[in-house]
């Protein structure tokens, strides 16, 4: 399953953002990395098997001050597939035939005339 990362990192310049995002994108399991927040200070990571503590102890390391911030599964839009119900259609109904079978009025009388 996808994880996604925020990982709240301290930048203050560009070198510095490019080589966190160099490091995040090098560890394993990592899909996709980018950096979000009003002054570009988190950084998203999703991946899959992605080890949210060791990245963030490298980044400690190599950068500066990095917390995490937020850390769960990706929600992946749900793409459900419109399956078609078949719609049963009746073909036209046969019209109704009735017999009209005739009746003796006088059953009692004599039938060899």
Not at 50 to 58: A, F, I, M, P, Y
Not at 98 to 112: A, Q, T
């Amino acid at each position: 399953m996808k994880s996604k990362i925020v990982i709240e990192v301290q930048m203050h310049c560009a070198k510095c953002r490019s080589k966190a995002l160099q490091i995040a994108a090098s560890t394993d399991g990592v899909d996709s990395v980018t950096l979000q927040g009003d002054g570009k200070n988190h950084l998203v990571v999703t991946g899959d098997g992605v080890d949210s503590v060791n990245l963030t102890k490298t980044l400690r390391k190599k950068i500066g001050r990095a917390a995490i911030v937020e850390q769960g599964e990706k929600k992946e839009e749900e793409k459900k597939e419109k399956v078609e119900e078949s719609k049963i259609q009746w073909g036209p109904s046969q019209p109704i035939v009735v017999y009209d079978l005739p009746s003796n009025p006088n059953p009692g009388g004599c039938s060899i005339i």
